[in-house]
């Protein structure tokens, strides 16, 4: 079994910065990509960003150029860090793993999830 634990979520103005922490433990073989999702009020989840073991990123439109996905390996932690934040960045952000573990399986995990609030 694996455990995400995300952090680091809170309240915030407009254009101030907040950053992310998911950790992860248990069985872990290998975290094959670490990703955050978000869900904003009424909405559905939708993908933040993704990172590879190589260390491939992928971002949505919408964050391009403001938050930046980043990985330690070796603590199974990943990172968000979110600059220039607007309102519209308001939602519950979720780690997600996909993970092989020491037995080999190839399974996702998602955190519990953490709130952001930016306020106008």
């Known amino acids: 079994q694996v455990q995400l634990v995300e952090s680091g979520g809170g309240l915030v103005q407009a254009g101030e910065s907040l950053r992310l922490s998911c950790a992860a433990s248990g069985s872990i073989f290998m975290i094959n990509i670490m990703g955050w999702y978000r869900q904003p009020p009424g909405r559905k989840r939708e993908l933040v960003a993704t990172?590879?073991?190589?260390?491939?990123?992928n971002y949505a439109d919408s964050v391009k150029g403001r938050f930046t996905i980043s990985r330690d390996s070796a603590k199974n932690t990943g990172y968000l860090q979110m600059n220039s934040l607007k309102p519209e960045d308001t939602a519950v952000y979720y780690c997600?793993?996909?993970?092989?573990?020491?037995?080999?399986?190839?399974?996702?995990?998602w955190g519990q999830g953490t709130q952001v609030t930016v306020s106008s």
């Open positions: 997600n793993a996909e993970v092989t573990t020491t037995a080999r399986s190839r399974t996702s995990y």
């Open positions: 990172i590879t073991s190589g260390g491939f990123t």
